[in-house]
C-alpha cells in the first residue's frame, strides 16, 4: 500500500501548480479516512478538481457547507450579498433561496436568524441533492426546478426575502474562467445567457408577485452590469439600491417592493 507523508504530498501538490500547497495537504490530510483515499485525492487535485470538490465541503460565512462534485462552490465574494441580507431580514422572516446551488446562503441565513421559514430551488438535480443536505438540518425546504417554478403557490406575495445569486457570466466570457470553474461547475451555474443577465431578468419580472409588500429581492452582478441590473429592477416596480464592497470585488443590487 502506498503511504503518502505530508512532504510529499506538498511537492505533488506544488508541482501540480497549486500555489497554497501546504494548506491544501493539511485539508486533505484531515478529509482522508484512510491512506489509500489519501492518494486518490491527491490525485485528483494534481489534476485540477477544485479542493472543495475533492474533500466535499468548504467553510462559508463560519459553517461548514458540503460541496458536491459538479456544483458550484460558493464565493467569498458571495458573503458580502449574505451580510447584506442579515442587515435587512428579520426573526421569523420568510427566506427564498433561488438559484441556491448548495443552498449555502440560505443555510447561513437560518444560523444566523432565530425561525425563519426558508425555501431554496435549484434547477439543477446535483445542487438539489446537495443544498438538502445543507439546508434540510436548519428546517429548509428544497425544490428542484426553474426558478419561481416549483415553490408552493402559498408563498405568493409571502417571500420577505428573496435570494438569488444566479449565473451572471456572460456567454462569451466562460472561456475566460480558471479552468476550475469552467471544467468542474456546470455550464448551468455559470452562463448567464449574452449579456449575463437573462436569469436575473426573469427572476426580477416575477419577484414583485411574490414578494411580501415591503419584501426585498437581493442579487449579485458583476460592477459592470449594476446599472444594467438597476434598470431591470426598475422596470418591475422594484425600489433598487447597489451596494459595492471593494475588498471582496463584490456588487450587491438590493431590490425593494413598494406595496
Ligand atoms: C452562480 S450559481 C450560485 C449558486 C449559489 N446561489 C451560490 O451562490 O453558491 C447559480 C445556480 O443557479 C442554478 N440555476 C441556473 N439556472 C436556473 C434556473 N433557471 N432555475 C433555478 N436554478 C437555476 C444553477 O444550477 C446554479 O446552481
Redesign the pocket.
Known amino acids: 500500500m502506498e503511504i503518502i507523508t505530508y512532504d510529499r504530498l506538498v511537492a505533488g501538490l506544488r508541482a501540480a501548480g497549486c500555489v497554497f500547497a501546504e494548506d491544501e495537504a493539511r485539508m486533505l490530510m484531515s478529509a482522508a479516512k484512510s491512506p489509500v483515499e489519501l492518494v486518490a485525492m491527491a490525485d485528483q487535485r494534481a489534476l485540477g478538481h477544485p479542493l472543495e470538490h475533492v474533500i466535499g465541503w468548504m467553510e ?1 460565512c463560519g459553517l461548514r457547507i458540503e460541496v458536491d462534485p459538479g ?5 467569498h465574494r ?1 458573503e458580502f ?1 449574505v451580510r447584506r441580507a442579515t442587515e435587512i431580514a428579520q426573526s421569523g422572516d420568510v427566506v427564498v ?9 440560505g443555510a447561513v441565513l437560518a444560523a444566523e436568524l432565530k425561525g425563519i421559514e426558508l425555501y431554496a ?4 438535480p ?2 438539489a441533492q446537495c443544498a438538502r443536505r445543507n439546508i434540510t438540518a436548519v428546517g429548509g425546504h428544497v425544490f428542484e ?3 419561481f ?1 416549483p415553490l408552493p403557490v402559498t408563498l405568493l406575495n409571502r417571500i420577505d426575502i428573496l ?7 456572460p456567454t462569451e466570457a466562460i472561456e475566460l474562467l480558471p479552468s476550475e470553474a469552467r471544467i468542474h ?2 455550464r ?5 445567457g449574452e449579456d449575463g443577465l437573462d ?1 436575473l431578468r ?1 427572476v426580477a419580472l416575477e419577484a414583485p408577485l411574490w414578494l411580501s409588500p415591503g419584501g426585498h429581492l437581493l442579487v ?1 452582478v458583476s460592477e459592470r452590469q449594476a446599472l444594467q441590473a438597476v434598470e431591470i429592477f426598475a422596470r418591475s416596480g422594484l425600489l433598487p439600491t447597489v451596494s459595492r464592497f471593494e475588498e471582496l470585488d463584490a456588487t450587491v443590487i438590493v431590490g425593494m417592493r413598494l406595496i
Do not use: S
Open positions: 462559508f456544483v458550484f462552490i460558493p464565493r458571495t450579498l433561496d433561488l438559484c441556491c446551488g448548495t443552498g449555502a446562503l430551488v435549484d434547477i439543477d446535483r445542487a426546478g426553474d426558478i417554478e435570494l438569488a445569486n444566479a449565473p451572471y457570466v461547475e456546470a448551468l451555474a455559470l452562463d448567464g436569469v426573469r449579485e
